[in-house]
Structures are given as C-alpha cells and as structure tokens.
C-alpha cells in the first residue's frame, strides 16, 4: 500500500509550540501516538484530542476544521 503522507510536512519545536499556545490562537493539537508510546510516556498536552493512527480513519470527524491542526507524535 502506498504512502499518502505529505513529504514535507512542517515540524514544530515544543519552544515554539508552547508559544503558540500562550497566543491564545485556536489551534487543535492531536496526539497520534501509538498506544504503546502514548502508555510509556508522561508527556501529554492538556486539551489535546488523543486518536491513535490506525483510529485516524474512523475518527478523522472529532478534527475540527477550522482551525490549524498540529499533530503530536514520536
């Protein structure tokens, strides 16, 4: 099966994220880390809308779309 993914996808810094938060700015943050990441790590950020990847398909809907979109991942 062949990849759909954008190939240049934009990274973020946390530093820049963080700062971006404080803005204020509606922004939609998801986490799609795997379960097993997701499970082992302490790291979440408050308000984030959590869809692990092989769920993306099933609940791209909970995205809003009108707003920009950040994914958090590993």
Avoid: H, W
């Avoid at 240049?8 to 803005?23: F, G, H, Q, S, Y």
Wanted: some cysteine; hydrophobic content about 35%.
């Amino acid at each position: 099966m062949a990849s759909t993914a954008p190939q240049n996808v934009p990274r973020m810094t946390p530093e820049k994220l963080k700062a971006l938060i404080d803005t204020e700015q509606a922004i939609s943050i998801v986490d799609v880390r795997q379960p097993a990441a997701y499970n082992s790590s302490p790291l979440t950020i408050l308000g984030a809308i959590r869809i692990p990847p092989d769920e993306i398909p099933q609940r791209y809907q909970e995205i809003p779309r009108n707003q920009p979109v950040i994914t958090f991942c590993t």
